[in-house]
Every structure is written in structure tokens, then in C-alpha cells.
């Protein structure tokens, strides 16, 4: 088999006018505007809303390609891309080759017939998809809606297109088309193999894979398949037919080493390799990477409800993540050094799972991959998301053919743990006056995509895994709106932001699995200066207010700023503040839902990333800049981590454990006024079992050595060899009601090669929420967010942007600014 790579430079001809630019492809038609000149940078200012018209114009990618003697004389010309966004008619030397109307089904055709040695011309018309939505709308028999954003493109749910792109309440509208991922021609003779996929049982210490091999043949004949795996090896002769046809293949491999989650063991994958060959002598060959691993949700009845925990090799793990957006909103910057980088993110977190939301695309083969090889797991949405959706013939077989396609694709990887129908389309019934007005008309509709379509593929092509109908949900079969309801399934919790109540909301409520909950904060200064220019920075400017998305964003994070902090004192500060107070909020949630396990058995906080720059609920800036969020993630997300919180006019003090063994060690309580001085302390042994957590102290404030707004505590747990302790801090009241001192930070700086410095840095009163920070553009910190208790030092290092010129100890320490609670306002 040959192939004819198809990437490069193709021509972009704007229909309307037919003007010609050139196009790299895989790629998108506005990034290829941007590089031409033809518009501006969308992520700057407000140049996004000036990018509105793409998507309402038909467009025409177009290339020459050469085929030698050889290749044209193969007999099968396979035209395969990957991903074509969206709607688009494929011609070669002027004759019609096929359609795509779903950018989630990869287009693959037959064109040895039309092909010729020589050159030869292909065409791809990328039709309107806003005009095509439109269209759509209209011959409908009744309204289906969709949910809305501040600049957004009508009826994205009647196309089979990453929702997001239409805008969403992150994230920009750029109704873009193109190619992307893979785009090529294969040329073979004898057998093809089109796909394999497998399926495992286990039998003691003998593990089953059943190889499922699909075949196509230009003509019909004997074909010897063989498979290896792991030191052993399968075989099988098939008569072949013409055309498409599958075989499958089993293999016997003993005690292979099992794949595990991050955290929990190791991520062994062994390689599979299907060869198939004729008795010309011809043969062709597929290899894929597989883990050995058993999988089972635990969704059951039980006295508090019903349990949601995944068992993975006869352990149940907590679930501890985030959720996953695209990572870039103009497809041609999607690429596998940013996707490695967040995800790498997120494992320096200790998170384990990652949830792939419904509202942007399947991601990448080389997300899956490296999922695989990092053990980290995977919650996949089907690409659904926010909205009702039409139940017509045409629709459904559409969406069957997408879902067919990608379950295929991704059943073998170990990450998957679930596959989810939806996000949040269950509960957007009672959103719309329509679906308000008619419920089951839509829910008969919703039934008739989420189970009759998605649901009964799943379990027909991936039984070995679990199926979700929707998140939030109850579980199979159940048809309620789960969004706030903790007792059984996942919950999405959102009563914090979107109805602005105090972070000890989060105590109110003990979900089984929270798979959405979050609080936005604005971007750093390192982001703000990528959109806005000097005169724009301000949070109500109105480039600032565009980079926010949602209708009442800005107004959540100053009222809510205002309910903890005294007004901070300048611009700076209050980007600042806003990235504590989402710190804040994260940790209130994480720390009291993982005390309660294994009643809780996973928290998956909204978001992990950004598709621009902009205000938002994530953790990494766009650009994989670390908000202090992630910071504190690091701290709250370890294995065994302190906790601290406040309920019932008691301070609840402890650990939890959500590892695989007992941990033992001490847990020492302290209670410290604002000039540093210990008011209390105490110590004791303490012991935690796998996924459990324990209550060391629940101490009534009334009773402590000093009013509330008088001090703080801090809980630290050491365990046997540990350096340093893990900590947990909290005020006892809001902030705005103590009088923190001046620390007067002490910072030395050592060079460690590399770029790399080393800061010791002191105090003399403790510095809340310490934030080293150097002015735009600059690398990052370590560590950041964090206390410092006079008496400690504490060493962080300084990590220079790649490409980033090195900076001098003495260069880094003009510039740099200890931000702590007490500089935000005075």
C-alpha cells in the first residue's frame, strides 16, 4: 500500500467573487483569511464580530495532484479525510465524488475510476453553514431549540457541526469550514483493511480478544489473516468478497500486565498487529495499541440513593478532573504539542479524568493515545450538547452513521470509561417556552436520538462499556432532570454561580458524582494583553466585556468579589482577586464532596481549558497558562490532602484518602492570628483506609482561642518519609472582615540553568493567597497562590516561556511582585 499525502498548500476561492488565496490544509478557511490579510486577528479586540460573515458564504478549496504510473495503476484509489467541516460537495476532474453533511463522519471514496496518471484536480465546495441551518429551520414542522449566546449563529443544533463554533458562553462564533486532521490517498492492490476492532473477556488469568477485521476487496478471493498480541498469535483464511466484509479473529494472551489509571499503577499497552495477505503475495497490515483492563459502573441502589463509582480491575476509583473543551477555536491551531501540554497539566494536578463535553468535537486519535499512555481517563460526551434536537428520519440517520463511525474508532482505547448520550439536553427541555409548552413532543423526540439512536449503538457495537443517556442524569431509564439532585447519578451543581450563593452552598448538598460545577474568574495580565490594548484594560471596557460571555459574568465576579474582599485597589488587583475567589470555590466543593466518599466518588469541575482568551470558569488560561486554580488543584486533588471547612457554626477539620491503600501519619490542627503567633494547636495519629475520609476535629468557633475575623487555620498532614506536610488553610470568616499585616516579603533568587531560577522567599506576617508575578510577556511560577507563615521558607522556580530570552537572577528580581491578600488593597 501507498500513500499520497494530500497536506499543503491548497487554493481557498470565495465563491461569491471567485478571489483566490492560498489555504494550508489541514486547516481552516479564517485562519487562511488571517494569514492572507483579509481579516483580522479575531482573538484581539473585537475583530471577532468583523469574522461573522464566513460562515454565511460558500466557499472552494481546490488542488492539483500528480499520480505516477504506479499509483494510478493500483486498484483501489481511496480518498480519505478525516474531517470535513461541514457541508461540502467533492468533485475530481469535474465529476461528482460524494457529499459530507457531518463533520464527525469521515469521507472516504473510491476515485481509481476517475483518477488518471498525470494531474489531477480536486474540488471541495464548503457550503454555508449558517445558510444551511437556516434552511433547515424553516422546513421544520415545529420549533427545536437551542440555547443562545451574546454573539452566536442560529439552529446549530440542526447541523452536524461542533456546537461550540456557533458560540458559546466562553467562547467566540466562528463559523469556519475546512479540512482537518488527516487528508490522503491510499493506494493498494490486494486486501485492504479498512478498520479492526476488538473486544476482550477475561477468564482467570486468560484474556479473549476477539479481533473484528473489516476488509475491502476489489475483487473476490483467499485471504490469510494472522494477528499478534503479547507473545501470542491467531490465525484464519477467509474467502473474501468483493467489496466490504468482516472477520473476526481470536486471540488467547496470558496474565498480560493490566493498564490502570494515573495514580493507581502502571499504563502497560501492548500492540496489536493484523496483517492480511493473498496468494499473490500481497499483503497489508494494521497495528493498534491495546490495555488489558476490566471496566463496570456502579450505578445501584442503595440507602442513600443510587451510587455512581467506576470499578476499573475490581477497584473503584474517584474520579478527580476537570472538563474538556476544544482547545483552540480556529482549528488550524489545533495541534498535538498544546494537547499534550494541557493534558500533561492536569496530571501534574493529580487529576485522573477528563471529561470530553458534548458541545465541541471527538478529539484527536493522538488525544486518545496519549490518554492511553498517561493513564488518564476519559468521560466521552457524544458531540450533543444544550439544546433540543429533531427526531426527522434524515437527522437520525445522519447522527447514526456519525456515532457508528466514532464508537468504531474509539472502542479499543483502555482511557474511555463511559460513553455519555449528551450534555445537559435531558433538562433543556424544561429551558425553551416551546418545550415547556409541549414536554413530550420534545421528550419523545429527545428519546428517539438519545436512546433509540445512540444508546442502542453503544450497546450493540461497545457493549464492554458503560452507557450514560445524559449528564447530568439519574441513571438509565430515567427520564428526570438530575441537575441539582445529589442523591443518585452525576449532578451538575450551579447554584453557586448562576444563582450567586456563597460558596457554602457547596456544603448543602453531597452528590454521588459532580460532573459540572464551577465559578468563573478573569484571565492575567499575560492574557488580558493578548485581546486588549492599555485603554481597554478595565473590566467593563468594552473589549473587556466581549471577552466575557457570559450575560452577567462580570457582575457574578465583582458581587461575589465584594461579599469576601474589601475593593480591591486597582486593575491588577482585581484580575487577582478574581482567580482567589475561584480558588476559593473550587476547593470549598472539592473538599467537602471528598469527605463525604465514597458516598461522592468523582468531582469534574468546569473547565480545564480555553478555546481564546477571555473570562471564564477554567483553570488554564488559553495558552496553558496556570490560574491559581490549577495551583490549588495540585494541592486538593493529591491522594491524601487535608481539609478545612466551616458548617454548622463548626470548624470540621480532616484528611481523605481516595487512594488504592491505607495511609497512616499525623494531621496537626493550628489556629494562627494574623501576626503569626499559634493561638492553638493540636496533633494526633491518624489513620485512613482506600477511599475514605476522616472528621479530626469538629470544633465549635465559639469556642476557639479567638474571634473568627481574629484568625485562621491551617491543617497539615505528614506521612511516614514525607518532606514537607500537605497543608489546607481557611479563614473562618470572609476575608474582607480581617486585618491582615503587611508580610513584607524577602525573596532571594538563584540561577539553576536553563533559564530556570530558584526563589527562597520569607515573611515576617503571614501572606495570604502569595502570587509571585512578573510583568507580560513572562513564564510561570511552580507555585503560586499559596501561604507562607513567617519562620518558613519556601522555594518555588521560575519557568521561562520556550523561546523566552533567559533572565538574570537580578533581572527577574526588579521586576517581580509578591501579590498577597493584604497587597490587593492597600
Same mark, same amino acid.
Given at each position: ?212 477485521? !473489516? $476488509? *475491502? ?11 499478534? #498480541? %503479547?507473545?501470542?498469535? @491467531?490465525?484464519? =483464511? ?32 501492548? !500492540? $496489536? *498487529? ?11 497490515? #494494521? %497495528?493498534?495499541?491495546? @490495555?488489558?483492563? =476490566? ?532
Amino acid at each position: 500500500m501507498a500513500t499520497l499525502d494530500l497536506s499543503g498548500i491548497w487554493k481557498l476561492i470565495r465563491i461569491a467573487d471567485g478571489s483566490v488565496r492560498p489555504c494550508p490544509l489541514p486547516g481552516d478557511i479564517a485562519s487562511a483569511l488571517i494569514a492572507s490579510g483579509e481579516l483580522s486577528e479575531p482573538y484581539r479586540g473585537m475583530a471577532e464580530l468583523d469574522a461573522q460573515w464566513i460562515g454565511r458564504e460558500d466557499w472552494l478549496l481546490e488542488r492539483d495532484f500528480e499520480l505516477s504510473a504506479e499509483l494510478a495503476g493500483a486498484e483501489r484509489l481511496v480518498l480519505e479525510l478525516d474531517m470535513i467541516d461541514t457541508l461540502a460537495d467533492l468533485r475530481l476532474n469535474g465529476q461528482d465524488i460524494g457529499a459530507s453533511a457531518n463533520m464527525f463522519i469521515p469521507f472516504s471514496a473510491d476515485i481509481a475510476a476517475l483518477a488518471k496518471e498525470g494531474i489531477n484536480t480536486l474540488s471541495i465546495t464548503i457550503r454555508s453553514p449558517e445558510k444551511a441551518a437556516l434552511a433547515a429551520a424553516a422546513l421544520l414542522p415545529y420549533p427545536v431549540p437551542a440555547s443562545t449566546y451574546p454573539v452566536c449563529s442560529p439552529h446549530r443544533n440542526l447541523i452536524r457541526k461542533a456546537q461550540c463554533m456557533a458560540g458559546w458562553d466562553w467562547g467566540p462564533c466562528l463559523m469556519t469550514g475546512g479540512l482537518y486532521d488527516g487528508l490522503r490517498i491510499q493506494a493498494t492492490s490486494g486486501p485492504r483493511i479498512t478498520r479492526v476492532h476488538t473486544s476482550m473477556r477475561n477468564k482467570g488469568d486468560e484474556w479473549l480478544v476477539s479481533c473484528a477485521i !473489516e $476488509l *475491502n476487496m476489489a475483487t473476490a478471493q483467499r485471504v490469510n489473516l494472522v494477528a499478534k #498480541l %503479547a507473545g501470542a498469535q @491467531g490465525g484464519l =483464511s477467509v474467502d473474501a468478497p468483493a467489496g466490504s466484509s468482516s472477520h473476526t479473529l481470536d486471540i488467547s494472551v496470558h496474565k498480560p500486565e493490566l493498564w490502570w489509571p494515573a495514580g493507581h499503577g502502571g499504563q502497560r499497552l501492548y !500492540e $496489536l *498487529n493484523v496483517e492480511a495477505s493473498d496468494g499473490k503475495g500481497r499483503s497489508t497490515s #494494521l %497495528a493498534k495499541r491495546l @490495555g488489558f483492563r =476490566s471496566l463496570r459502573l456502579i450505578n445501584e441502589a442503595d440507602e442513600q440513593g443510587r451510587s455512581m463509582a467506576f470499578e476499573i480491575n475490581g477497584r473503584r476509583i474517584f474520579l478527580k478532573g476537570a472538563n474538556w473543551i476544544p482547545q483552540d477555536a480556529l482549528p488550524s491551531r489545533w495541534n498535538d504539542s498544546v494537547e499534550k501540554s494541557l493534558i500533561d497539566a492536569a496530571l501534574e494536578a493529580y487529576m485522573n479524568c477528563l471529561r470530553v463535553w458534548g458541545g465541541g468535537r471527538y478529539e484527536s486519535d493522538s488525544f486518545y493515545d496519549y490518554c492511553d499512555a498517561k493513564g488518564m481517563l476519559v468521560w466521552q460526551d457524544f458531540m450533543f450538547s444544550c439544546a433540543t434536537y429533531p427526531a426527522l428520519p434524515e437527522f437520525l440517520k445522519n447522527v447514526e452513521r456519525e456515532a457508528e463511525s466514532q464508537i468504531l474508532r474509539l472502542k479499543d482505547h483502555p482511557s474511555i470509561i463511559l460513553w455519555c448520550g449528551n450534555n445537559e439536553d435531558l433538562g433543556a427541555i424544561g429551558w425553551f417556552d416551546e418545550s415547556r409548552a409541549q414536554p413530550s413532543r420534545y421528550l419523545v423526540d429527545y428519546d428517539r436520538l438519545n436512546e433509540g439512536v445512540l444508546g442502542r449503538l453503544v450497546r450493540s457495537l461497545d457493549p464492554d462499556r458503560p452507557w450514560w443517556p445524559s449528564s447530568p442524569s439519574a441513571g438509565p431509564g430515567d427520564y428526570s432532570d438530575n441537575w441539582h439532585a445529589d442523591n443518585a447519578g452525576d449532578m451538575h451543581y450551579w447554584s453557586v454561580w448562576h444563582e450567586g450563593k456563597s460558596f457554602s452552598a457547596y456544603l448543602d448538598v453531597r452528590p454521588r458524582l459532580c460532573s459540572e460545577f464551577g465559578f468563573q474568574s478573569l484571565p492575567s495580565s499575560h492574557s488580558v494583553a493578548v485581546f486588549a490594548e492599555p485603554s481597554q484594560r478595565n473590566v467593563t471596557s468594552p473589549v473587556f466585556e466581549h471577552h466575557q460571555r457570559h450575560p452577567r459574568g462580570n457582575e457574578l465576579i465583582m458581587t461575589t468579589m465584594l461579599r469576601y474582599f474589601r475593593m480591591p485597589k486597582g486593575f491588577e488587583e482585581t484580575l487577582y482577586l478574581s482567580q482567589v475567589q475561584q480558588a476559593m470555590a473550587i476547593r470549598t466543593a472539592v473538599d467537602y464532596w471528598r469527605s463525604t466518599m465514597p458516598r461522592c466518588m468523582g468531582t469534574l469541575y468546569w473547565q480545564l481549558n480555553d478555546v481564546w482568551p477571555c473570562a471564564s470558569w477554567s483553570s488554564l488560561e488559553y495558552g496553558g497558562r496556570w490560574k491559581l486554580l490549577h495551583h490549588d488543584a495540585k494541592r486538593f486533588y493529591e491522594s491524601v490532602a487535608p481539609y478545612l471547612y466551616v458548617k454548622d457554626g463548626a470548624l470540621h477539620a480532616g484528611a481523605s484518602n481516595d487512594g488504592s491503600t491505607m495511609w497512616q501519619g499525623s494531621i496537626r490542627l493550628r489556629i494562627i492570628d494574623f501576626a503569626g503567633s499559634t493561638l492553638m494547636e493540636e496533633a494526633k495519629e491518624l489513620e485512613l483506609g482506600q477511599l475514605s475520609a476522616q472528621v479530626a476535629w469538629a470544633l465549635p468557633l465559639a469556642r476557639l482561642a479567638a474571634l473568627p475575623q481574629d484568625c485562621f487555620a491551617v491543617a497539615e498532614l505528614r506521612g511516614p518519609g514525607a518532606e514537607q506536610p500537605s497543608r489546607a488553610w481557611l479563614f473562618l470568616t470572609e476575608p474582607k472582615r480581617c486585618e491582615p499585616r503587611d508580610p513584607t516579603i524577602r525573596v532571594e533568587a538563584k540561577a539553576l540553568g536553563g533559564g530556570r531560577i530558584a526563589l527562597s522567599l520569607r515573611c515576617e506576617a503571614p501572606a495570604f493567597w502569595l502570587t509571585p508575578q512578573l510583568p507580560a510577556p513572562a513564564g510561570g511560577f511552580s507555585d503560586e497562590g499559596f501561604l507562607l507563615l513567617p519562620g518558613e521558607t519556601k522555594t518555588i522556580e521560575y519557568r521561562p516561556l520556550k523561546g523566552e530570552e533567559a533572565l538574570s537572577p537580578e533581572a527577574l528580581l526588579s521586576g517581580l511582585r509578591c501579590m498577597n491578600l493584604w497587597d490587593s488593597y492597600n
